[in-house]
């Protein structure tokens, strides 16, 4: 029993590991947070692209 509580206390202290869960979960969130940022300018550029084509479209060509 004494051998096993030494092994739980050694793997407990042990934080190898916690560097690289705290880099994945950093990286999930800015990976997440560029997608939701990529869809909100991607429909405000779309709909700012058909107001001008269609000013574009009703303006006079040439001089």
């Known amino acids: ?28 969130a800015v990976v ?5 940022v990529g869809s909100t300018v991607s429909s405000a550029i779309t709909t700012k692209g058909t107001a001008i084509n269609t000013s574009m479209n009703g303006a006079p060509a040439g001089n």
């Open 1 to 28: 029993m004494l051998k096993l509580k030494n092994i739980f206390k050694k793997f407990s202290a042990n934080e190898a590991g916690a560097v690289t869960v705290d880099w994945v979960v950093l990286t999930a």
């Open 32 to 36: 997440g947070l560029s997608a939701v």
